[in-house]
């Protein structure tokens, strides 16, 4: 199969004063095209370093990440947010919504970097708000919308141009145990119905349940490597 993700003896060092933080310690791993893959550690063990680093937020002191056939590394700042515009979708913990816009603008908001006409994308983000279940709160601010809600917001941000890889650090990290559970099963119905890629970021076994591969992060290395035989 396709590795449209490839990480290769990866190694994050942050300095803070005089202190070394290793991060990330040799990582190297793959994932392939339409997988759905989950990160699954404690707090503290490197999961949203090695989360960002594959969004091309930040870069690695060591080793080399793989998108699509394009290192990273060699691409200048302003051709890589291109490349994530155009190839990567990310959803939030805290939802990142933007408070003065509404559901529908927000959503809408990605797809006016792809020069998409106002009216198109106004079309495009209602559909998908839709699909979402939030057909009723178009004009709403994430201030007059549940935590559920807002997450729908996000993911529907996150998926609305259709990018080929999903990145999402502890989705459902402030959410109650229903709402996680319907939120998880979203994020994976959209991403198996579009065939995208799918990384979750959790501390939570019961979300790693979703994935088809689980990663096993302790002390910035990968642990373990697990098929989910169990997938719900
Ligand atoms: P997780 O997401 O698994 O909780 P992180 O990737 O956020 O873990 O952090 C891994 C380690 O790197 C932690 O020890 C953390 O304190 C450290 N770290 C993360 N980001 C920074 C940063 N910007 N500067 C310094 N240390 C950092
Ligand atoms: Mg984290």
Redesign the pocket.
Known sequence: MENIISVQDVSKI?R?GSEK?V?LNNVTLNISKGEICCFL??????????LNLLAGLEKPTKGRIIIKGQELNKLSENKLTKFRQKHIGFVFQSYNLLPTLSALENVSLPLAFRGISKKKREKIAKKILKDVGLETHLKHKPTQMSGGQQQRVGIARAFVGKPEIVFADEPTGNLDTKTTIEVMELITKMARENEQTLVI?THDVEVARYADRIFY?RD?RIDKIEENSARV
């Not at 550690?41 to 090695?50: A, C, D, I, M, R």
Request: aromatic residues 6%; positive net charge; glycine residues 24%.
């Open positions: 942050y803070v933080v991060a550690g404690p707090s503290g063990s490197g999961k949203s370093t090695l970021v992060i910035g």
